[in-house]
């Protein structure tokens, strides 16, 4: 049960969960609290306490001046094993943080169970990562570059990010992740565990929706014996206090998914390193010897996962008119078979995030309608629940053919050449991920090196999983790489340290 057991310290006796700073779980100060609708039911599920007034912020970043220093003193080996200790944790009280995904993100049971479990396999083969990859090195020899005798021996290692006292007195010290609202859990873990095991300090802004999971999973961290102040979650609406925190001088590396909030950061953010996951129109490109059984399975998979609400769920489906009518009706079988209603059912189909994001979707819908494409199934909306839809005929001049309704609705454009499919991916402000359906691995190499995303899959629907690959997007779908090893990566700096001799020295003797 969400609040109780374990995590009853989290909440308060009024019912309102808290904010947590220097290892201790906090009212806010400002007295006001932000309501989390359950996107099933439309009525307020949770409430957490809308933190952070900037006196707070302040405190909260300072305070992580001195833990973060002691922190990045402490062994790879000693770092590990409290990160093993948080993913035991984690795992072992999978149920009550899954029940928080189900309440405040509609995600089906199962899928919300899986989140849980992912995300304690990430951070334990994060600490496993960690330990090996920043415990090497390199050794360089002044002498393999030309005019250069033996005189110099560089040694380079990866540090933490400390950063020495800026003029204004600020010592950049945190990291500041901010996860989305459809993996609260998992994708704060993928930016908390290799802050962590790299050595830094972090402030974690949790999704609205979503914030209690991530309130959870940050107990988890507790309980299993981090340094106080080393950790901090902070509570409140983005659009309230984000600015605050991406734009505070203690920041020094923000990792950021979500959608084009992310864009928006990166041009105030300043002077700091940034790991920018956000949206995609992800396109699946149908060739005319494609396994069409096979295809329609990944369109349907890729395309209605947790009703559509995954960056790398299939957007659009470009298929050769020659095999297009069998493939739609392959696809229409499929989706006929879903399942709609609760998340708590483990349905396939649940209710989207808010009303908001169902009104976006249901525009979308009625555009494409109105400019004449086939609707394969009745469009039908309760409340935030879409029933799955497909939209055949789609042409460019329909909206859906280039934005993301992060909902469950696909459309299909038919082409009548391979360019046109990839052309119309590349001319995509979106560059995330694409995958293509064919038997001939030479056309899938070519259409891979063709297509201007982060991510190919050949024969599958696009994932970020397995967490170990890297994972990018290009053009407005992101900064930089996630995946555990280049996100370590990018949350360390490398330093080189010179040993320069008086005189050249080659080899004994
Ligand atoms: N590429 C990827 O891996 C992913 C991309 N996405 C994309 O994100 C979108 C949906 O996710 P969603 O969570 O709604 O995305 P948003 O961009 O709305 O929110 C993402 C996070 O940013 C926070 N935020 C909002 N405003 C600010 C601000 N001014 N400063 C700092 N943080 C802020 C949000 O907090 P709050 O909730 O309080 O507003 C949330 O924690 C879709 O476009 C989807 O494609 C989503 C998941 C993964
Ligand atoms: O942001 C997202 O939606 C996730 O990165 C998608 O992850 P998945 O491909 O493992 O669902």
């Not at 393999?144 to 010290?173: D, M, Q």
């Not at 609400?309 to 009518?325: D, G, I, P, W």
């Not at 799955?388 to 005929?393: Q, S, V």
């Amino acid at each position: 049960m969400a609040g109780s057991g374990v995590f009853k310290e989290i909440i308060d006796k009024d019912g309102v969960y808290k904010f947590y700073f220097d290892g201790e779980w906090r009212k806010s100060s400002s007295g006001k609290t932000v309501p989390i609708i359950n996107p099933t039911t439309r009525e307020t599920h949770f409430r957490v306490a809308r933190s952070c007034t900037q006196e707070e912020v302040k405190k909260i970043v300072e305070t992580s001046k001195a833990v973060q220093k002691s922190w990045a003193k402490t062994p790879l080996w000693k770092r590990a094993e409290l990160l093993h200790k948080a993913a035991a944790i984690l795992k072992e009280h999978k149920a009550p943080i899954a029940e928080c995904l189900v309440k405040e993100i509609a995600k089906p049971a199962k899928d919300a169970v899986t989140e849980v479990v992912r995300s304690g396999d990430l951070v334990s083969y994060c600490a496993e990562e960690g330990v090996r990859i920043l415990g090497e090195g390199q050794f360089l020899v002044s002498d393999s570059f030309p005019g250069n005798e033996r005189t110099k021996y560089c040694l380079t290692s990866k540090v933490t990010f400390t950063i020495s006292a800026f003029p204004t007195g600020c010592v950049r010290e945190s990291h500041l992740p901010i996860p989305p609202f459809n993996y609260p859990v998992n994708l704060a873990v993928s930016k908390i565990a290799p802050a962590l095991i790299a050595g830094n300090s972090l402030v974690l802004k949790p999704p609205t929706q979503g914030a209690v999971a991530a309130l959870h999973m940050v107990h988890c961290f507790h309980l299993a014996g981090f340094p106080k102040g080393l950790i901090s979650c902070v509570t409140g609406k983005g659009s309230e206090i984000g600015d605050f925190l991406t734009m505070h001088p203690g920041i020094n590396c923000i990792s950021f998914t979500g959608g084009d909030t992310g864009i928006a950061i990166s041009k105030k953010a300043g002077m700091v390193p940034l790991q920018m996951e956000l949206g995609g129109k992800d396109g699946c490109i149908i060739l005319e010897d494609a396994d069409l059984d096979l295809a329609a399975a990944n369109i349907v998979k890729g395309g209605f996962s947790y009703s559509g609400q995954r960056c790398t769920a299939v957007k659009v489906v470009l298929v050769m008119e020659s095999v297009a009518n069998t493939l739609v009706e392959k696809v229409q079988a499929k989706v006929a078979k879903l399942s709609v209603g609760r998340p708590e059912d483990d349905c396939d189909i649940t209710p989207v995030v808010t009303e908001s994001s169902a009104n976006f979707i249901e525009g979308l819908v009625m555009d494409a309608k109105e400019k004449g494409a086939t609707c394969c199934q009745e469009y039908k909306r309760e409340g935030n629940l879409i029933w799955p839809l497909l939209l055949d005929n789609v042409r460019p001049d329909m909206r859906i053919a280039w934005e993301e309704p992060f909902g469950p609705v696909l459309p299909v454009i038919r082409i009548n050449s391979v360019e046109e499919g990839i052309n119309h991916c590349n001319a995509s402000n979106f560059g995330l991920q694409g995958c293509v359906f064919t038997r001939d691995i030479n056309k899938a190499i070519l259409i891979s090196d063709a297509m201007e995303t982060g991510t190919v899959q050949i024969n599958s629907a696009p994932a970020r999983g397995p967490d170990h690959f890297p994972f990018q997007g290009l053009k407005d779908s992101g900064i930089g790489s996630q995946g555990i090893t280049n996100s370590i990566n990018m949350m360390t700096k490398t330093k080189s340290t010179v040993i320069n001799l008086p005189t050249p020295s080659y080899t004994v003797g």
